[in-house]
């Protein structure tokens, strides 16, 4: 079992930059696929992106592909969400999940999940 601890949302302006960090208990955090997905106010819950457990391979959704990056470092046991150029539609709860199956999109496919951390982007 894997718990996880989001962190470094916050409110930023349209445009600006943040980083999350999604840090891990245990010591089989290498073993877990990671992913990101967010829920805003009235919508279902999206994926947004997802990283391998080597770092070898990385997934992203068309609406934050070439704004964020995600990355690990398996000897912190922590994964980030780099997210740049931020825009008012990507407020929401942001959570980081794991599962030690596969990279997918699918939130049902994630068995352990953070509590979230806020984003709010304003204009």
């Known amino acids: 079992q894997v718990q996880l601890v989001e962190s470094g949302g916050g409110l930023v302006q349209a445009g600006g930059s943040l980083r999350l960090s999604c840090a891990a208990s245990?010591?089989?955090?290498?073993?877990?696929?990671m992913g990101w997905f967010r829920q805003a106010p009235g919508k279902e819950r999206e994926f947004v992106a997802a990283?391998?457990?080597?770092?070898?391979?990385?997934y992203y959704a068309d609406s934050v592909k070439g704004r964020f990056t995600i990355s690990r470092d398996n000897a912190k046991n922590t994964v980030y969400l780099q997210m740049n150029s931020l825009k008012l539609e990507d407020t929401a709860v942001y959570y980081c999940?794991?599962?030690?199956?596969?990279?997918?999109?699918?939130?049902?496919?994630?068995?352990?999940w953070g509590q979230g951390t806020q984003v709010t982007v304003s204009s």
């Open positions: 990283i391998s457990r080597s770092a070898g391979s990385t």
């Open positions: 999940a794991a599962n030690r199956i596969t990279i997918t999109t699918l939130a049902g496919s994630y068995d352990y």
């Open positions: 245990g010591r089989t955090f290498s073993t877990y696929v």
